[in-house]
């Protein structure tokens, strides 16, 4: 039951204090892993002020959430996405191929995106992520047709109130020199260096609990040169907190293309380029070999780990266990919805579960407080964030509540916080974000979800056509 003393969604008032009380189990991911029955949590502006047993903290506050029979845990981090492809989910030719192939009967449909379409896709796919408990994420939007911006996105996503890390992604190779993507959907690469440039300027704020930050992303290495990567490396380390981002040995083509064309394995590749390094992660990874692993750990280059996408497009199983003994840093990563045809980040952390177990044959390869602990402190660490991933004092107020009341968590008092990996949800109940109650029972607070979604079909419908 939840009590709220002013409005939840108060756009025109000054939100000064929050008091968030009576958790059947606060989470906090802090340094102790600390989980508290009958916690909460005091929240001034936006920043966590106070955390611990609800009766040590103070009793008013100019919002109060009485949260009782709910878990409360830190808002999921997604560490790789194209929002995008929202709008192409399930698409016949696609749905029963590899990578490439499968990336080569999407490319004509993605020719017709326009800047409506970035920001539909967008506001749907940060709704999706909303609603699985997701309060940051990083997205990788590397095609600009018909006169599509990264902005459209960049505005798109902050109407919905979603901390975002948007990549400025790209490609530059197309199939008359030797890449995969056709050449209508590359860019000149002193542009694509000139508009990034820009969008640090204009969008990236360094500051702590920033909402907006920008990162640079050459697409792969199969659609960009080495000389746009090395650029956007340099131009990237001349801001403070610019981050990079990439695919990265996501299957055996890849592999073989790597090998082929650079005559370097991938992870040697990344090297070669000065992608290492903890301004830097990688996507997916699933064959990267242990001697990359290794560099990564000591680097501290991090890696979005992808299990859905990875299944659907039969990639394989990346060695996430291996990753995690040696110290890399691992994120979660929904991946885009053509690939995974949905944005449900909890879910994702489950996938990632089960499929340790699987890939180790091992029952305790990876436990449900390890993949709670990825969609949390992982992915913060992948995406160089100290103030997000667990509640604590000084860190943002991003968190997220989930009822006990529901079937599937029925019968799971022996351990309600492993429930959430090990039992399947379908939803969070409330998200708060910036200290903003962005979601609640009833839905969406941010802005008309029944209206995006008519808007949003229609569109699909038209690029189906």
């Known amino acids: 039951m939840i009590v709220v003393e002013l409005p939840l969604c108060e756009d025109d008032l000054p939100m000064t204090t929050l008091l968030v009380k009576n958790c059947h189990t606060l989470i906090t ?174 969008y990236h704020d360094n500051q702590r609990h920033a909402m907006v930050r920008i990162t640079l992303a050459p697409c792969s290495p199969f659609s960009v040169s080495p000389d746009l990567m090395k650029e956007s490396a340099a131009l990237a380390r001349s801001y403070p907190g610019v981050r990079l981002h990439t695919h990265l040995a996501e299957n055996n083509s890849d592999v073989d293309y790597s090998l082929q064309t650079f005559g370097l394995t991938p992870g040697d590749y990344a090297a070669s380029v000065g992608w290492l390094g903890e301004d ?41 266990r291996k990753m995690l003994n040696h110290n890399v840093p691992v994120g979660l990563g929904v991946d885009g919805s053509a690939s995974n045809d949905g944005s449900h980040l909890l879910g994702e952390a489950r996938l990632a579960f089960l499929m340790a177990r699987v890939r180790e044959e091992d029952a305790s390869a990876l436990t449900a407080r390890e993949a709670l602990e990825l969609a949390t402190l992982g992915g913060a660490r992948v995406l160089g964030r100290d103030d997000i991933g667990a509640l604590a004092p000084g860190m943002a107020a991003d968190f997220v509540a989930i ?57 699909a419908q038209q690029l189906a056509d």
């Not at 966590?48 to 999921?76: K, S, W, Y």
């Not at 749905?95 to 995106?113: C, D, E, I, V």
């Not at 200290?435 to 949003?456: E, F």
């Open 29 to 202: 991911m802090d340094g102790q892993r600390r989980e508290i029955r009958g916690g909460g949590l005091f929240i001034r502006d936006h920043v966590i002020e106070q955390v611990g047993p609800t009766d040590a903290l103070p009793q008013t506050a100019d919002r109060v959430m009485d949260l009782e029979n709910h878990l409360v845990l830190p808002g999921l981090v997604n560490t790789h996405h194209h929002f995008f492809q929202t709008l192409t989910r399930v698409v016949p030719g696609a749905q029963n191929s590899a990578l490439f192939n499968w990336l080569s009967s999407l490319y004509p449909l993605w020719q017709r995106l326009t800047p409506e379409a970035i920001r539909l896709s967008a506001q749907v796919a940060a709704a999706e992520l909303i609603y699985s408990g997701c309060t940051t994420a990083s997205d990788h939007l590397y095609l600009f047709p018909n006169g599509c911006q990264l902005d459209d996105e960049i505005e798109a996503v902050q109407e919905i109130g979603l901390r975002f890390h948007a990549s400025r992604g790209s490609m530059s190779v197309g199939q008359s020199k030797g890449g995969l993507p056709p050449d209508s959907l590359v860019e000149d690469e002193a542009a694509i260096l000139k508009d990034s440039q820009r969008l640090i300027e204009q």
């Open 280 to 320: 830097v992660w990688h996507a997916h990874c699933v064959k990267l070999d242990d001697r990359a692993i290794h560099s990564f750990g000591q680097t501290g280059t991090g890696v979005a780990h992808c299990p859905c996408s990875n299944m659907r497009l039969a990639s394989g199983m990346a060695p996430i």
């Open 403 to 459: 009822s006990l009341d529901r079937l599937t968590l029925s019968g799971s008092a022996y351990d309600p916080v492993a429930a959430l990996i090990f039992c399947p949800i379908d939803r969070v109940d409330y998200s708060v974000i910036h200290g903003k109650t962005v979601l609640s029972p009833d839905g969406l607070l941010t802005l008309d979800g029944t209206d995006l979604l008519h808007r949003h079909q229609a569109l």
